[in-house]
């Protein structure tokens, strides 16, 4: 049973960077996993942020970037703002036809 | 621009059927894989399976055994079935469309589905 890992919970200063990353409980995270990323805000369906490691989504600002940082795929904000605000998760194909989503990360900005 | 509409009973007893429906509309169906992905109140997000646009499904090894996910494209049509529900399977289902290696790209509205005797 693959398990993906996420920080539960990260805390950014208005203006700063955080990075997100997402991991698995066994191995490293290559391209080769596909990784997504999606941000949620309560009572809204999700929306996609990135996806094949590092292609944003259409609208999406550019303060947002998605990487491999040693094994995980990893998401940056970069110039952090309130609206930014919102649950985070990504989501790793591991093989067999079968995607495994993390347990997300909240983050709050203040 | 794809708009993604779903629909379906909203409350339901242990060992009923889950059945929703999720109209595509902007895009055909066989153009693109389509998922659907369940979250309970207050939890994550939970990956049910998928159909790729030559018809093959997917499906999420813990809920392999008990769900079914089809399409009409006469209708441009997605459905799901869950069988056997139980109060674990109260969430809130979205339906959502991708690509090869781009598990979604655009989300449903999200149906909530509650399981109560």
């Known amino acids: 049973q693959t398990v993906v890992t996420q920080e539960p919970s990260f805390s950014v200063s208005p203006g700063g960077t955080v990075t997100l990353t997402c991991g698995l409980s066994?191995?490293?995270?290559?391209?080769?996993?596909?990784p997504s990323w999606y941000q949620q805000t309560p009572g809204q369906s999700p929306r996609t942020i990135i996806y094949t490691t590092s292609v944003r989504s259409s609208g999406v600002p550019d303060r947002f970037s998605g990487s491999i940082l040693g094994d995980k795929a990893a998401l940056t904000i970069t110039g952090a703002q309130a609206a930014d605000e919102s649950d985070y998760y990504c989501v790793l194909y591991v093989g067999s036809g079968i995607w495994v989503f993390g347990g997300g990360t909240k983050l709050t900005v203040l | 621009q794809v708009q993604l509409q779903q629909w379906g009973a909203g409350l339901l007893k242990p060992s009923e059927t889950l059945s929703l429906t999720c109209a595509v509309y902007?895009?055909?169906?066989?153009?693109?894989?389509w998922s659907w992905i369940r979250q309970p109140p207050g939890k994550g997000l939970e990956w049910i399976g998928e159909i790729q646009k030559w018809g093959n499904t997917n499906y999420a090894p813990s809920l392999k055994s008990r769900v079914t996910i089809s399409v009409d494209r006469s209708e441009n049509q997605l459905f799901l079935k869950l069988s056997s529900v139980t109060a674990a399977d109260t969430a809130v289902y979205y339906c959502?469309?991708?690509?090869?290696?781009?598990?979604?790209?655009?989300w449903g509205q999200g149906t909530l589905v509650s399981v109560s005797s």
């Open positions: 902007g895009v055909s169906l066989s153009d693109y894989y």
């Open positions: 959502a469309r991708g690509r090869s290696a781009v598990l979604i790209d655009s």
């Open positions: 066994s191995g490293s995270v290559s391209p080769n996993y596909y």
